[in-house]
Antibody
């Protein structure tokens, strides 16, 4: 059974960079796409971007200037960096797996990141 | 404002059926058969319930069904049970640039 687990700081200061890592277990990171999706408190879901195991990326146009996603196949992990954060970036951040176009079939449990000084 | 429009709430009594709509455009729902539905209980991650408009992943009860007509997709939950009470989100592939868009979510209450 594939499992995903997000990890990283739960508190980030405004204007700094948010960094999260998703560790994949129970299966290989190869041959799949891996996305980051976020959900502000009490609100809906927003796709942030994806990376293919080969390193190909695609980002939400509204976040493209601030987002970077990378993959480490040797560790079966992929990571998110979101720069110049503001309070509007406060959300639960999920990592998820897909085979191409959605659906997202496996999700991590989510990591709450709060942007505050 | 979400890209796909869902009613904020829906409700039904145990055993009844309820249908949740999801309206998009020809650039997303109307243009592709990659419409998915997710169930989310409070404090939990979303769970895939329907994919490619009407397909159910293994383990999802056949009480859940999906359909699409034009730019509007629908999720129907038949024989409502207490554990069906949750938030439901639709999503659609939207081409390589925007990739995927989500609805704002519908809170389903089992009366």
């Amino acid at each position: 059974q594939v499992q995903l687990q997000e990890s990283g700081p739960g508190l980030v200061k405004p204007s700094e960079t948010l960094s999260l890592t998703c560790s994949v277990s129970g299966g290989s990171i190869s041959s799949y796409y891996w996305s980051w999706i976020r959900q502000p408190p009490g609100r809906g879901l927003e796709w942030i971007g994806y990376i293919y195991h080969s390193g190909t990326t695609n980002y939400n146009p509204s976040l493209r200037s601030r987002v970077s996603i990378s993959v480490d196949t040797s560790k079966n992990q992929f990571s998110l960096r979101l720069s110049s954060v503001t309070a509007a970036d406060t959300a639960v951040y999920y990592c998820a797996r897909h085979k191409g176009p959605p659906p997202f079939d496996y999700w991590g449990q989510g990591a709450l990141v709060t942007v505050s000084s | 404002q979400s890209a796909l429009t869902q009613p904020p709430s829906a409700s039904g009594s145990p055993g009844q059926s309820v249908t949740i709509s999801c309206t998009g455009t020809s650039s997303d729902v109307g243009g592709y058969y990659y419409v998915s539905w997710y169930q989310q209980h409070p404090g939990k991650a979303p769970k895939l319930m329907i994919y490619e408009v009407s397909k159910r992943p293994s383990g999802v009860p056949d009480r859940f069904s999906g359909s699409k007509s034009g730019n509007t997709a629908s999720l129907t939950v038949s024989g409502l049970q207490a554990e069906d009470e949750a938030d439901y989100y639709c999503s659609s592939y939207a081409g390589n640039n925007h990739f995927v868009v989500f609805g704002g979510g519908t809170k389903l209450t089992v009366l």
